[in-house]
């Protein structure tokens, strides 16, 4: 495996070549979207110039061909993780779809009075499914909340267990606050009282490999756009044993076994959950950022990221009437700020002027934003390709902010 390498990476990346307002691009909203390698930008296209035919059932070359590659996305994406078979991993839209399969899946086997745990870190699309089955079933759900530093209170997590929970949601890193949790720890214990466990791993792939083979939730989910792959694909990774008694959660083309005007019947899980034409070559380009992502020193890769996201906060934290959000050892390369003499909002407009792109808003993180006290943050989000320059045009842009607003 290669050296770290910033400056070498960074060019692997075109839009980072990019000048907005007249300046170079300091892209940091990673958290939100990641940016795209050559390599996979090129297997996209080389799909449609090439390949381009609907998968599975096609007799023909070009179709065998993308059937094969689609096939063999699923494979090495697999391979990666440390998942024991294609049959457990879905293509998805992304993460907001695969929650919603699983919610979908698990509700006719809960009752009302049945509980189900949630973190107050949850991306609304880890929550919102939940609470539509609270109000359709009578269930009840239960938010954990954080210490002071940003660490999940794992202590009052346990005690909510009760003989009614059945599930148990919570993210593998917070989008918020970089927050990583404790889950094979969660994991087990979730397992020793018989609980399902779900798992939204869109913030934790983007900063290095996840071995779902050492902590082994019921269900992991992440999007494709947040792993230097394309927009609009995702992946839902399950036991075989759940998702195949769970009822289909479309209809349609290729998901069928059978179709009689009596009824019809269904294939096995994956194909039972890919009804219609997927989207093949966003899946075949996921497969080829995952191969990308298997050449990088991630050890490197993690140690740059934090020394930048220390540098930030670091200076941030000296500036009056500044709060930076989630203070924990291990957190990943994220800083949410909130100044109390301009509105998030503002901060990323006047950003945006010098060229830097930063998320600002609730982060589809409504609970948090609450608990915390505050209506939005402003977040910037690392990856491995940014470098000290973006850091340095990041402190010109809130001088900038802080002349004005100040």
């Not at 300091?26 to 990641?34: E, F, M, V, W």
């Not at 035919?53 to 007799?59: L, Q």
């Not at 006719?108 to 609470?131: C, K, M, S, Y």
């Not at 869109?202 to 947040?226: M, R, W």
């Amino acid at each position: 495996m290669p050296k770290f390498d910033v400056k070498k990476l960074r060019d692997d990346f075109p839009i980072l070549s990019r000048e907005i307002a007249g300046k170079r691009l300091a892209y940091l909203d990673n958290g939100a979207t990641s940016q795209k390698p050559r390599e996979v930008i090129d297997r996209l296209s080389r799909f449609y110039l090439e390949e381009n035919a609907n998968i599975h059932r096609g007799v023909h070359y070009l179709s065998r061909e993308a059937t094969d590659a689609y096939d063999g996305a699923r494979e090495s994406i697999k391979n990666a993780l440390g998942v024991p078979s294609t049959h457990e991993l879905v293509f998805v839209r992304g993460a907001t779809e695969a929650f919603n399969l699983v919610a979908h899946g698990l509700a006719d086997n809960l009752e009302r009075g049945d509980e189900i745990i949630l973190t107050i870190f949850e991306h609304h699309a880890n929550i919102v499914p939940w609470q539509v089955i609270e109000s359709e079933k009578g269930i009840k759900l239960h938010f954990i909340g954080m210490t002071e530093e940003g660490a999940l209170d794992l202590e009052a997590w346990k005690a909510a267990f009760s003989e009614r929970t059945r599930v148990a949601a919570f993210t593998h890193v917070s989008n918020v606050l970089g927050t990583v949790n404790p889950i094979a720890e969660m994991i087990r214990f979730a397992k020793e009282h018989e609980v399902i466990t779900v798992v939204d791993g869109a913030q934790a792939l983007p900063h290095g490999p996840v071995n779902l083979s050492e902590a082994t939730p019921d269900f992991y989910a992440f999007s494709g756009h947040k792993v230097y792959a394309p927009d609009g694909i995702g992946v839902l990774i399950g036991e075989r044993n759940r998702l195949d008694r769970f009822p289909p959660y479309q209809t349609g083309g290729d998901m069928i076994e059978q179709v009689k005007v009596e009824g019809s019947t269904y294939r096995e899980t994956p194909a039972r959950f890919e009804a219609g034409t997927p989207a093949i070559a966003e899946a075949i380009a996921l497969g080829e950022a995952f191969r990308y992502m298997a050449e990088i020193d991630w050890e490197g890769a993690r140690a740059h990221e934090r020394s930048l996201a220390d540098h930030l906060s670091g200076e941030l934290a000296n500036w009056k009437g500044t709060r930076i959000f989630g203070r924990t050892e291990d957190k990943t390369a994220i800083v949410s700020f909130y100044t109390d003499w301009a509105h998030p909002h503002d901060v990323g407009t006047l950003l945006d002027t010098e060229g830097v792109a930063i998320r600002v808003g609730h982060h589809c993180a409504q609970p948090l934003m609450d608990h915390l006290g505050v209506p939005a943050t402003a977040r910037a989000s690392f990856a491995f390709y940014n470098d000290e320059s973006d850091v340095e045009a990041f402190f010109r842009g809130m001088d900038k902010v802080r002349r004005f607003l100040a």
